[in-house]
């Protein structure tokens, strides 16, 4: 399974570079299922789940492939499936096509192309998880 749903709030939020469609984030902590607090390494959030993630009253947070895909707080459900889909097969399409000119290179874009085509494979996850909640 590739979803991960964490009790919040989340702590130590360190950005380490911006993107048009998001924040990276060098890590966070927040607790798991079983209440032990957990660190994740190099978290995407998008945009529109910023604000959200930062709010005292998170109560879970939902993360696909280390990209946060809804955080829940006592009042609502804040979901973007449709962003982080977009930001995780989208992203780097222009710098692959770059390699894949490159007779060098080729391999590894082909590779890459080929992990993002297999993770995809669990979008539906993301959905799942968000009809369990």
């Known amino acids: 399974m590739h979803v991960s749903i ?3 709030p989340v702590e130590a939020l360190r950005p380490v570079r911006t993107f048009t469609d998001g ?3 060098e890590a966070i902590k927040a607790n798991d299922r079983n209440g032990i607090q957990r660190e994740v390494p190099h978290v995407f959030c998008t945009n529109k789940l910023l604000n959200a993630i930062r709010l005292p009253r998170v ?9 946060i895909f809804a ?3 006592p009042e609502a459900l804040l979901e973007d499936v449709d962003g982080v889909k977009r930001s995780y097969l989208y992203r780097d399409r222009f710098a692959l ?4 000119a490159s007779v060098i290179l080729a ?3 082909l590779w890459v192309v080929a992990k993002k085509l297999y993770g995809s494979l669990s979008i539906p996850e993301m ?3 968000l009809r369990n909640a």
Do not use: C, R, S
Request: aromatic share 18%; hydrophobic share 50%.
């Open 6 to 8: 964490f009790a919040g």
């Open 23 to 25: 924040q990276l984030f």
């Open 59 to 67: 109560e879970k947070i939902y993360l696909w492939h280390n990209h």
């Open 71 to 73: 955080v829940e707080t």
């Open 97 to 100: 096509l770059l390699m894949a």
């Open 107 to 109: 391999p590894y874009a």
């Open 127 to 129: 959905t799942d998880a």
